[in-house]
């Protein structure tokens, strides 16, 4: 997916946020507020997607904060609301992939843009998916011995678990993270500290630290994965705006809420829908 000028807006107001978190010194966070905006001019072309354009500005962040993980305190209080969450409706959801379907995609209602009250209000609503291939994701699951879950936010693993369970009852699984912060972004780091390592299967990394992810700059072992999975199950928006750019094959599961216009727009789905696309 590429960039559309409604991401600059966007893009404007994630170096604020980045560099909000950041830090608290006022100086330093001025003038990274400064060089990011700048650099967000230069790097800003309709020829990339949006992630090509994101990854420096938070490496920019990064660096001239000092904090390598700038997203670490919003990523605990997501894991204490989502774990609170899940154990609400973890205990009323049925045993059967739709239902671990519906329970995945809540959790990706979580998001650091959004409100926490908002978030909490999707989650009375109903799941109903605009684009549904969950009948594909089935017949595709029973001729699939390797499967890679493209993870998303670090919330959003509670509400992983009961698919990556039941997707181990067909394959071998396998479960990805980002190598390094990024964002709100689960990484290696994240599954142990906040104990995930014990209710998940094989994880590997992407090998980078960029939101969704970006093949020519991914590790060995990562694409090695990929082009061997029979299905790949890929989680939220970031994944859509960079694997959307390969050729479909078929075997790439996108399980999202489109948040955004320009995603809705590239999925062809309104604002705000559940999509499960098999592409």
Same mark, same amino acid.
């Given at each position: 997916?590429?960039?559309?000028?409604?991401?600059?807006?966007?893009?404007?107001?994630?170096?604020?946020?980045?560099?909000? !978190?950041?830090?608290?010194?006022?100086?330093?966070?001025?003038?990274? $507020? &400064?060089?990011?905006?700048?650099?967000?001019?230069?790097?800003?072309? %309709?020829?990339?997607?949006?992630?090509?354009?994101?990854?420096?500005?938070?490496? %920019? $962040?990064?660096?001239? /904060?000092?904090?390598?993980?700038?997203?670490?305190?919003?990523?605990? /209080? &997501?894991?204490?609301?989502?774990?609170?969450?899940?154990?609400?409706?973890?205990?009323?959801?049925?045993?059967?992939?739709?239902?671990?379907?519906?329970?995945?995609?809540?959790?990706?209602?979580? *998001?650091?843009?959004?409100?926490?009250?908002? $978030?909490?209000?999707?989650?009375?609503?109903?799941?109903?998916?605009? $684009?549904?291939?969950?009948?594909?994701?089935?017949?595709?699951?029973?001729?699939?011995?390797?499967? %890679?879950?493209?993870?998303?936010?670090?919330?959003?693993?509670?509400?992983?678990?009961? %698919? #990556?369970?039941?997707?181990?009852?067909?394959?071998?699984? /396998?479960?990805?993270?980002?190598?390094?912060?990024?964002?709100?972004?689960?990484?290696?780091?994240?599954?142990?500290?906040?104990?995930?390592?014990?209710?998940?299967?094989? #994880?590997? /990394?992407?090998?980078?630290?960029?939101?969704?992810?970006?093949?020519?700059?991914?590790? *060995? &072992?990562?694409?090695? *994965?990929?082009?061997?999975?029979?299905? #790949? !199950?890929?989680?939220?928006?970031?994944?859509?705006?960079?694997?959307? &750019?390969?050729?479909?094959?078929?075997?790439?599961?996108?399980?999202?809420?489109?948040?955004?216009?320009?995603?809705?727009?590239?999925?062809? #789905?309104?604002?705000?829908?559940?999509?499960?696309?098999?592409?």
């Amino acid at each position: 997916m590429k960039i559309t000028n409604e991401c600059y807006d966007c893009l404007g107001r994630l170096v604020h946020q980045a560099a909000d !978190l950041a830090t608290e010194d006022p100086v330093i966070k001025s003038k990274a $507020i &400064e060089e990011g905006l700048r650099l967000l001019e230069r790097e800003f072309s %309709l020829d990339k997607t949006s992630i090509a354009v994101a990854t420096p500005l938070h490496q %920019l $962040i990064r660096s001239m /904060t000092g904090n390598p993980d700038p997203y670490f305190k919003m990523k605990e /209080t &997501e894991v204490a609301m989502s774990r609170k969450l899940y154990q609400e409706w973890n205990t009323s959801a049925q045993d059967d992939l739709r239902s671990d379907i519906e329970l995945a995609v809540r959790g990706n209602c979580i *998001d650091f843009f959004r409100d926490p009250d908002e $978030i909490k209000k999707d989650f009375t609503q109903p799941v109903e998916f605009t $684009i549904d291939d969950i009948d594909k994701l089935e017949a595709k699951l029973k001729e699939s011995k390797n499967i %890679l879950y493209l993870a998303d936010n670090t919330g959003e693993v509670f509400f992983d678990l009961n %698919l #990556v369970r039941r997707f181990g009852s067909f394959g071998n699984v /396998t479960y990805v993270v980002k190598e390094s912060p990024v964002q709100n972004d689960i990484t290696l780091s994240d599954i142990g500290h906040f104990g995930f390592a014990s209710e998940l299967p094989r #994880v590997i /990394t992407t090998g980078t630290n960029t939101p969704g992810v970006i093949m020519e700059e991914a590790s *060995d &072992e990562f694409k090695s *994965d990929f082009a061997a999975a029979d299905l #790949v !199950l890929a989680k939220g928006m970031g994944y859509w705006e960079t694997l959307s &750019e390969l050729p479909a094959q078929g075997k790439v599961f996108y399980l999202l809420k489109a948040k955004c216009q320009p995603v809705a727009n590239s999925i062809g #789905v309104p604002f705000n829908s559940y999509v499960a696309l098999m592409r």
